[in-house]
């Protein structure tokens, strides 16, 4: 089992679509994954098709002991896909949890009990909030690895600095073998000159890390989540499902030559 954060502090770049969609992609191509919904805004768990009477148990529960992590995961439409659901009460688990001991450890240590063995996950999604709050602290100690969407438009790059640095922090302090997955291009627009410049810039900066799919700006893509199933379920012929079917096979094949190259 491999734990991905799909994290970047700034909002609107597309980290819940990813979330819901390369699940989905990763089901389609057997494998079970869990979708951790860390983000107070519950979208991740709406997109899914979670409503809130399904919700009686969330991640607060978990992350404040109150419930154990099998007990929290909810079985979604979407074969294979599983979820552990958010609601608003998250947005005040940074007051609630300020003096628990070792708090940055309380995901990790969830995610790690015996009770989710039986569900015998392949892949663990974590879809971060837009901040890098404890919520976020809590994704990047508890993953192997952390997966960026990067929206292809002004100022993107610089937005993710704060972000390399936490990483940084991270590493030398509480998770030595967090690694970057990649990062994934996200709204893009091959007819528009300023989404081309923010590809060439982001490949010239940070080479092989960034995916070569890339996930056009489209319409299915949002309008899906008010449906509240996956983009591949809504239109699983639109730009943006094949789209995200193509970095999945991407996203499984860089991993499989990781684990040959260990």
Known sequence: MKTIAIANQKGGVAKTTTAINLAASLAELGKRVLVVDMDPQGNASTGLGIGLDQRSQTIYDL??????????VVQTETQGVYVIPSTTELSSSDVQLYNVNKRSYLLRDGLASASLAPFAFDYILIDCPPSLNLLTVNALVAS?????????EFFALEG????????????QTANPDLRVEGVLLTMHDQRNNLSQQVERDARDTLGALVYETVIPRNVRLSEAPSFAVPALTYDPLSKGSMAYRAFAREFLKNNHDLREEA
Do not use: H, K
């Open 63 to 72: 992350l404040l002991g109150d419930a154990d992590p099998g007990s929290v």
């Open 144 to 152: 192997n690895a952390v997966l960026i969407p990067l929206q292809s």
């Open 160 to 171: 993710l600095s704060q972000l390399m640095l936490t990483i940084r922090e991270i590493r």
